[in-house]
């Protein structure tokens, strides 16, 4: 019998990184054009993982207080188990006949020669996995029902994980997402089942919206060339939050400013003009962008963590040079920054600067929104 190919699209953010952490905080993802691809096929007695990069990376453990832990950078596989461990909760619990498979895993979302370009594809593996498991058992969950499973299997591993990287692997194009309350999902999963939380006021607070892209913007993406763990970055800027707590409730509510700006200015609220003309000329989402990079310098100052690194400064510096706005993509620490450039823009200037200071331009377009199903 044939295979299930499905493949699950990488991300970035473009606004609300590190609020969006705390459930019902907005920001702004978009899905893109590169991708990571699970292949389901149906196997008699037993199931497997296989992938060439997957299997070649790294897994790491530390000797703690309470014997030996994992590195909290997880492993790509332990996305994957969770995605299956959930449908499978899910199967059990519908009355599905249960069957084996095997899957195998091709990742276009890491550098080839193994280091990440921080593209989400530990959302995308996992996206693409619950995708291939519904059809392969025919849940029809819908773009919503696969969001939602997806995001119970995320949590299980990465528990303060915002999830806004899994929804816009799911959605695809631009997207305004609040993070639910992940405790409360946890409590519910557990209390209910996996059946009875999806769709259930357990998700209260959370939102996903289409966005407009914006008209007479160009996006382009810098890749610094190092990579950073997110987990760490979070924790880090969680330690240092809870010991200035009124300062992160100014941060939070100047975040949800710049990320309402920019929802505004692709036309989504109420109030909006029309359809993504980004505040007419660009300036409100420009200005929105550059306001949330301060915000997350004076959080990274104030937290004791790099967010905006060396070489994330120069790529941005150089953006604003050109009259564009640009800001680190994600927790920052490395990886990728983000830039969105009005057409009169020099953006060959902006290019040559990143080439001088061996800042990667990675051609990387928008994913274009799935269908509602
Ligand atoms: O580093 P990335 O691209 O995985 O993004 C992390 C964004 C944070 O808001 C810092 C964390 C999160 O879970 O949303």
């Known amino acids: 019998s044939g295979a299930i190919v499905v493949r699950a699209p990488g991300k970035l953010f473009v606004a609300g990184e590190y609020a969006v952490v705390s459930p019902g905080e907005p920001s702004v993802l978009i899905a893109v054009d590169r991708y990571l691809t699970v292949s389901l096929t149906e196997s008699v007695d037993a199931g497997s993982i296989h992938s060439p990069e997957y299997s070649r990376m790294p897994v790491r453990w530390t000797r703690g207080q309470d014997g030996l832990t994992l590195d909290r950078e997880h492993h790509p596989y332990d996305y994957v188990i969770a995605a299956i461990e959930a449908s499978e909760r ?10 084996f498979f095997d899957l195998h895993i091709e990742s276009g979302l890491d550098d080839p020669s193994g280091r990440k370009f921080g593209l989400g594809s530990s959302a995308a593996v996992t996206v693409a996995t619950i995708a291939a498991i519904d059809e392969f058992y025919g849940f029809e969950l819908g773009t919503r029902g696969r969001y939602e499973l997806a995001m119970l299997a995320t949590i299980a591993v990465a528990p303060n994980a915002s999830g806004g990287d899994v929804a816009a692997s799911t959605y695809g194009g631009w997207i305004g997402y609040r993070s639910p309350d992940r405790d409360r999902l946890r409590a519910a999963r557990s209390a209910h089942g996996v059946a009875a939380v999806l769709g ?14 914006p008209v007479g913007l160009e996006l382009l993406v810098g890749w610094t060339g190092h ?12 330690r240092g939050t809870n010991v200035t707590g009124d300062a992160h409730a100014g941060f939070l ?22 359809p993504g003309d980004a505040g007419s000329d660009g300036t409100l989402a420009l200005d929105a962008i550059r306001r949330n990079r301060r915000l997350l310098q004076a959080l990274g100052e104030r937290t004791g963590v790099t967010i905006e690194t060396e070489r994330l400064r120069i790529l941005c510096d150089a953006a604003e040079a050109i009259g564009a706005a640009g800001k ?4 920052g ?3 990728c920054g983000i ?25 990387i377009g928008v994913h274009p929104p799935e269908g509602d199903n």
């Open 90 to 99: 899910l199967r059990a619990e519908r009355g599905l006949h249960p069957r």
């Open 200 to 213: 259930s006021d357990a998700w209260n607070g959370s939102e996903i919206i289409r966005l407009a892209p």
């Open 227 to 238: 990579p950073a763990s997110t987990e760490r970055l979070v924790s880090g800027v969680s």
């Open 253 to 274: 509510e100047a975040s949800r400013d710049c990320v309402e700006d920019l929802w505004r200015a692709l036309a989504v609220l109420p109030d909006a003009g029309a």
């Open 328 to 331: 680190p993509s994600g927790a």
């Open 333 to 335: 620490g490395g990886d």
């Open 339 to 363: 830039v969105l450039a009005p057409a009169d823009a020099d953006v060959a200037g902006l290019l040559r600067v990143w080439e001088t200071n061996d800042i990667r331009h990675l051609t």
